[in-house]
């Protein structure tokens, strides 16, 4: 039980630089006899396929550190009969033969290109092995025919840099390029250059859970666990965090939350590698801010538990990195990008009155009692209704106990996210505990209908053009019928935009239309504004934007929460739409002697009134 608790410990957020790497976690898995949290990678059989081709092509993986890259080298070593004791080397570059109906080849294994490749300060050619290697790969990969196949592990950041620091020849300039061509279409292949390229940071964060905390829960470790009997105070006894925590995790609501969490992430462009999960995974079950690294071992549990400070080490505030310090918590990936949710800092009247007069008032008690005071583990414990009660008391007099009891108070607003029954969603507004509003309609009636082949509901279309509208003119238009293009009459961005060019109607009309649009390879939503079928403009409607519009059309100004970066996207967006309505103008041929200019106003009902002005050119 103690050797896969402490064991499990290492994929935690300890202060160990190469704790997660897999060769460490590999030679201690080998030490200690203890299976490493394993499952099929999403890339793995693919991989496999291009060697066990008849005639294999090289092959780059990239992607962010912690993606697997390292992993799946040695599943195709593995697979080709390499030697695990050279695998087990410190060498980045290993190399194995292997016979092929078309003839032997030389398979060259770079695992790690960033710790290969010359440092900075050093030229490819003080190395000349490393040189003629990485030459020979630009080399086969445009020749007919190579006997030299790669394998290569890089990160993407700086994957085009090592190429670019070569002597520059003609296949090293076309390599550079192909690299970055593949990088940027986010492709795997291109016509005539004999290479497959995986960026697995193009993955689903949300997927890859789904592999993760399978294989975490039913890791054979936690069987060792219940096989002991243990007691009140001993580790996985009745009261142990680690249990409860770990039984917590194998509930199916709490799986979706934090699934859907990271689903979110996955649409706001924010992936997270195979390691930041097992991190969020093994940091849920063993956080605790009284800890050694405020991780658990097993010997700190008797003492958390002597000192009644179980409730610490609450799942629900693990998940966001609660049990961390602040400078730690906003250096972790995962917690850093779980941070933007705001969540158990997002509130609402109902949620915050549930949680401090539920034990008291008679409105709220049954809502409380549903969702509180039944947790008798990490709900209603002494320590919070103590702190609730000199909270409630003490009001602005003490500055100690109101500190302490918001703490207490933002790991409840957490519970409740985990808690909160599916059924009750609606009901209790359970995304009014997070930043985004808009974030339950955005995944359940635009990503999961348009990926089923389903429209979105013209309601929430017309909501979004509203939104456009308001940011496009700066004045608060209630239409969602048209979207408007209007300019200040030199400047297409300025705040406030009221000579009108033209409006484009939502409903298709003569080729007109506005309509929300899905790549379902991406899984990414686009807003598209056509003026015809061939000439149109799209923009990805993210999280972010989707819930930054919303906000906009529902209470008419900017949310103070959300960066001008929305705003300022919304507003490049429409002067690529103008910059096409122009050339349509130009193309029509619509050149007058008079220039009617029509000014925007609006009725006290938010509808645009056109006032028109002649000019005689």
């Known amino acids: 039980m103690k050797k896969w608790i402490n064991f499990l410990r290492k994929y935690g957020p300890i202060p160990r630089g190469d704790n997660m790497y897999d060769e460490t976690i590999q030679r201690l898995a080998r030490r200690t006899k203890i299976k490493p949290i394993l499952f099929e990678h999403p890339y793995q059989e693919i991989l496999l396929a291009c060697f066990r081709d008849d005639a294999p092509v090289s092959v780059i993986l990239t992607g962010t550190a912690g993606d697997g890259k390292t992993h799946l080298c040695r599943q195709v070593w593995n697979e080709l009969g390499g030697e695990t004791d050279k695998w087990a080397s410190d060498d980045p570059y290993l190399f194995l033969e292997k016979e092929y109906p078309t003839g032997k080849k030389n398979i060259h294994f770079i695992r790690d290109l960033s710790g290969w490749v010359p440092q900075q300060g050093s030229e490819w050619s003080d190395h000349p092995k490393k040189e003629l290697i990485i030459n020979t790969f630009c080399n086969s990969i445009f020749a007919e025919k190579s006997d030299d196949i790669f394998l290569i592990a890089g990160n993407d950041g700086q994957l085009v840099e090592s190429f670019r620091r070569l002597n520059h020849s003609v296949n090293v300039e076309e390599t550079c390029r192909a690299i970055e061509d593949l990088l940027v279409e986010d492709r795997q292949n291109l016509d005539g250059v004999r290479l497959q390229f995986f960026n697995l940071s193009r993955g689903s964060s949300a997927y890859l859970f789904d592999q993760a905390v399978k294989a975490f829960i039913e890791h054979e470790g936690w069987l060792e666990c219940f096989k002991e009997e243990a007691s009140d105070t001993e580790v996985f006894g009745p009261r142990c965090p680690i249990r409860y925590n770990y039984e917590l995790l194998k509930t199916e609501l709490v799986q979706k939350r934090i699934r859907v969490l990271l689903e979110l992430c996955d649409h706001n462009g924010f992936h997270l590698p195979i390691r930041q999960i097992l991190l969020l995974l093994t940091n849920a079950v063993l956080g605790h801010p009284n800890a050694k690294d405020r991780v658990m071992r097993a010997v700190d549990v008797p003492k958390i538990i002597q000192e009644k400070q179980e409730a610490k080490g609450c799942l629900y505030n693990n998940v966001f990195g609660g049990n961390l310090s602040p400078r730690r918590r906003s250096s972790i990936t995962v917690f850093n990008y779980f941070s933007r949710f705001q969540i158990g800092y997002e509130t609402s009247n109902r949620i915050d009155n549930i949680l401090i007069f539920g034990g008291e008032d008679e409105v709220f008690s049954k809502l409380y009692n549903l969702l509180v005071a039944n947790d008798k583990f990490y709900g209603e414990d002494k320590s919070y209704i103590k ?189 690529r739409l103008i910059g096409k309505h122009e050339k349509l103008q130009i193309e029509e041929g619509l050149e007058e002697e008079y220039i009617n200019l029509k000014v925007l106003s609006l009725t006290t009902k938010g509808q645009t009134d056109e006032k028109i002005i002649t000019v005689q050119l």
């Open 387 to 575: 702190a609730k009660k000199d909270y409630l008391e003490a009001a602005d007099e003490n500055e100690e106990s109101t500190e302490r009891f918001l703490e207490m108070l933002i790991r409840q607003r957490r519970g409740l996210f985990f808690k909160i029954p599916e059924e009750k969603e609606s009901e209790y507004k359970l995304w009014s505990l997070t930043v985004f509003k808009f974030a339950g309609e955005y995944l359940n009636h635009v990503i999961n209908r348009l990926d089923r082949g389903k429209k979105v509901k013209s309601k929430i279309l017309s909501r979004l053009v509203t939104g456009v509208n308001r940011i496009f003119t700066g004045m608060l238009i209630n239409d969602g019928r048209y979207v408007y293009l209007a300019t200040s009459g030199n400047y297409s961005q300025a705040k406030v935009s009221r000579i009108f060019l033209d409006k484009i109607s939502v409903h298709p009309s003569k080729g007109e239309k506005v309509s929300i649009e899905y790549d379902s390879q991406k899984k990414r939503a686009y807003l598209a504004v056509h003026f015809s079928p061939e000439i149109y403009e799209i923009i990805e409607l993210n999280l972010v934007r989707f819930e930054f519009l919303s906000r906009v059309a529902e209470d008419g100004a900017l949310p103070a929460s959300f960066s001008k970066e929305c705003y300022e996207d919304i507003l490049a967006f429409k002067s």
